[in-house]
Structure formats: structure tokens, C-alpha cells
């Protein structure tokens, strides 16, 4: 009997492999990810930059969202000179699948362990401590081989690197060390992004590049001059060439979007993500029935419900609730009720065109409309970079 039964339930097992579930990604829930629109924001960005100036393709937290492989390689096709991560894991992977262009790993390193793999994956560490100079100097001695390093500098972030009254002896320091070469000295904005009319945002920012300034002055020419100095994130590059030194380190306007309005909304980027999910059910509910967690809609007509396969576990925050609209060719489709873990609910009462394995688009371009990562971080107290990169690997990333 007991037999039987294992035959029967392998036989089963057999049967249920012989279907594959993951062959169309199309299916529940998906992330449409376009490199050829990362390719021309790459080229546009380059096309603002002051003469000489490098671009770094910021690509950390997994290319913000989009899957890091297909955006480094769409930014180096598109001019792209180094990429920058923020962890040891995230710069491997790229290494692992052939890029091999300058990678800075923008976050700390603390661990001997850490920083040995850096060296031996041609990954530039940010140093910000004199302890993390010796141990990289160590460990170049150890091996034999010359290890490439950058040092950050606070001016006024306060976050990573060292002070700035420290930052010429540690720099000098690097530069006379044997084992060390020191390919670039960084800093970085705190109140560059957003409302380019705020005017403590542009005092603190000019304050942030008279200190850096006063680094550069402070330098013997003589040997310095192979050294990368850079400072700009997207908002500094887009606010101003004077920002630009010898490289521009861009994530957000990369991906699609200016992180200040004005004067770039006529930049003319491409957002590379869309956000797309099918409706699984379509409901007919009377009028007076509540819908969704804690009924906080109550339909007020006889009501078409439909069921998407999307939900906050995605990365569609709850926050959003009854507060976004969803794209059905180019028309906005209500969402209603709580957003659950796993779906949420549109009223599709005036669109009876949308049915069950229609599919809608809840952030990224469909027909003449778009909706951004930027209207949904308004909503809910964010930034566009947060929903970005909210988006779970539970979706699976298509290349269109
Ligand atoms: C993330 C990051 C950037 C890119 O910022 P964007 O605003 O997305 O352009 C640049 N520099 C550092 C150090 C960063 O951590």
C-alpha cells in the first residue's frame, strides 16, 4: 500500500514538472525593464557634462530596482566610463558576469576579508579612516600587487569619509604609500536634490564645493594630477557644470527621472521601468458591500471589482491605498480598498473593456500616459529613489 501510494505520488511529481511555471514572466506580476532607454538617458547625460568629465553609472541596490547586469552593460553602451555599487556582492556579480570597466564600491568596507576580495576582483574600495588605509596598504604588500582606492572626504553629508581637516595628510599619505595608487578623491551632496529654488539648498551646496576646493588647492600638482576628483550626484550634474570636476557619479537620472524640476523637465529622460500586473478575477458586488481589509470602500453603486496579482509584498506600499490609479491602455483604472500582501483591487465599474488577463500598467508608461516613481513617493512621504528600489525579486525582471 505504502509503495502504491509513493508510486502514485511520484507519478504526480513527474507530471506536475513537465509543466514549467516559469516560462512566461507574463503571467501574475512583472517588471518591464528597457535598456535602450538607460542607454539614451546615458548619452544624455553625457551631453551635459563639461568637457573631459567621466560619467559613473551608479548601478547599486540592484541597478535601483531594474537588475543590475542589463543596466551597467545599457550605460556602458551608452558611454558610460565607471560603475559604482554599494556593496563588495553587488560589484562580484558584475565582475562575474564579464564587466570589467572601473567599479568603486561606493559603501564601507570594514573587514581585511572584504578588502582583500577587492583587490583580487579589481573592485575600488571608499576608504574614509587612516585604519582603513593601513589595512588596504597591508594587505597590497601581502599580495604583491598594487591595490586602486579611493578616498572619500565629509564636507558636510556626515556620513562616509574622513574630515576635511584630515584629508590632505591622508591623501598624501596614499600617494606616497608603494602598494597604494589613489585613482580618485570624492564627497557628496546632502541638499542637492529636490526644489532647485531653495535657496538653503543652494547655500549648503556651494558650501560643500568651497570646502572640497579647498582640498584641491591645498594639493602639490606635481603629483596629483592622475587623481579623479568628483562630488556630483544626478542633482548636482543637472544643477550645474561647476559641479562637474573630473567625473559625475549618476543613479536617478539614469533610470529615467530628474530628482529637481526646474530647468530640466524638457531633458526629455525615459523611464526604463513600467510595472505591469493582470487582473485575476472580475467581481459584480451590489451596492453598500465593503471591500478589502478593514472595508475602508464601500461601494456606493452596484460595483465591477477586478483582483490584480500585485501587492505590497511587490513592493506597492499599503500606503498607497485608495490613493492610485492603475493604466489600461493609455485610461487610469481606480484602485480601491486596502492594498493586500499579494493583490489589490480596481473599480472597473466604467471600464468594461478591462477583463480577466487584461493587463495594467501601475507605474511606467502606458499608451499617451505615465505615471512616475515620483507621484507615487508624493503620496506616501517618499522619494522616487525608495519605490524604485522597492520593487521585490518575487517580480520577475523582462527585458523588453
Ligand atoms: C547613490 C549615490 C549616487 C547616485 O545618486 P543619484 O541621486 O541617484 O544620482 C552618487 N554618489 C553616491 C556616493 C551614492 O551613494
Known amino acids: 500500500m505504502r509503495d502504491l501510494l509513493v508510486t502514485s505520488w511520484d507519478q504526480k511529481l513527474s507530471c506536475d514538472e513537465a509543466i514549467d511555471v516559469n516560462a512566461d514572466p507574463r503571467k501574475r506580476a512583472w517588471v518591464e525593464v528597457s535598456p535602450s532607454a538607460i542607454e539614451i538617458n546615458t548619452g544624455i547625460v553625457k551631453g551635459l557634462l563639461k568637457d573631459n568629465c567621466c560619467l559613473m553609472a551608479v548601478v547599486k541596490a ?4 531594474h537588475g543590475a547586469e542589463a543596466v551597467a552593460k545599457a550605460a556602458l553602451r ?6 559604482g555599487v554599494a556593496t563588495l556582492q553587488e560589484g562580484i556579480q558584475l565582475r562575474q558576469v564579464g564587466v570589467d570597466c572601473p567599479i568603486l564600491v561606493l559603501g564601507n568596507l570594514i573587514d581585511s576579508e572584504d578588502l582583500r576580495a577587492c583587490l583580487h576582483w579589481k573592485l575600488m574600495p ?6 582603513q588605509i593601513c589595512n588596504c596598504q ?3 604588500e601581502g599580495n604583491k600587487e598594487k591595490f586602486i582606492v579611493q578616498l572619500k572626504v565629509d564636507t558636510g553629508m556626515t556620513r562616509l569619509g574622513c574630515e576635511l581637516e584630515e584629508a590632505l595628510l591622508l591623501i598624501n599619505k596614499i600617494i606616497k604609500s608603494n602598494s597604494l595608487a589613489l585613482k580618485g578623491v570624492y564627497t557628496h551632496l ?15 551646496t556651494n558650501l560643500q564645493q568651497q570646502r572640497f576646493e579647498r582640498i584641491l588647492k591645498g594639493l ?3 603629483n596629483s594630477n592622475e587623481i579623479w576628483f568628483h562630488l556630483a550626484n544626478s542633482a548636482g550634474t543637472l544643477r550645474d557644470q561647476k559641479f562637474h570636476y573630473d567625473m559625475v557619479r549618476v543613479g536617478l537620472a539614469l533610470y529615467g527621472y530628474s530628482p529637481i524640476d526646474y530647468p530640466f523637465s524638457n531633458l526629455d529622460l525615459k523611464p526604463a521601468m513600467a510595472v505591469k500586473a493582470r487582473v485575476t478575477l472580475i467581481r459584480q458586488v451590489p451596492v453598500g458591500v465593503g ?6 470602500f464601500v461601494t456606493k453603486r452596484t460595483t465591477r471589482i477586478g483582483v490584480i496579482g500585485i501587492g505590497y509584498a511587490d513592493g506597492v506600499s499599503r500606503a498607497l491605498s485608495g490613493k492610485i490609479s492603475v493604466l489600461n491602455n493609455g485610461v487610469f483604472l481606480p484602485q480601491v480598498g486596502a492594498i493586500t500582501m499579494d493583490q489589490l483591487l480596481l473599480d472597473l465599474t466604467d471600464h468594461p473593456e478591462v477583463g480577466v488577463g487584461s493587463v495594467v500598467t501601475l507605474l511606467g508608461q502606458d499608451g499617451e ?8 513617493s508624493n503620496l506616501i512621504g517618499s522619494i522616487p529613489w525608495e519605490v524604485l528600489c522597492g520593487f521585490k525579486n518575487r517580480l520577475p525582471r523582462v527585458i523588453v
Do not use: M
Open 62 to 65: 540592484d541597478g535601483y530596482g
Open 78 to 83: 551608452g558611454g558610460a566610463n565607471d560603475l
Open 126 to 131: 571608499t576608504l574614509s579612516s587612516e585604519r
Open 138 to 140: 597591508n594587505i597590497a
Open 190 to 204: 546632502a541638499l542637492a536634490d529636490g526644489d532647485i529654488n531653495n535657496r538653503q539648498a543652494e547655500y549648503f
Open 220 to 222: 602639490d600638482k606635481n
Open 291 to 296: 471591500v478589502s481589509y478593514g472595508h475602508r
Open 369 to 376: 500616459e505615465c505615471i512616475s516613481p515620483q507621484h507615487w
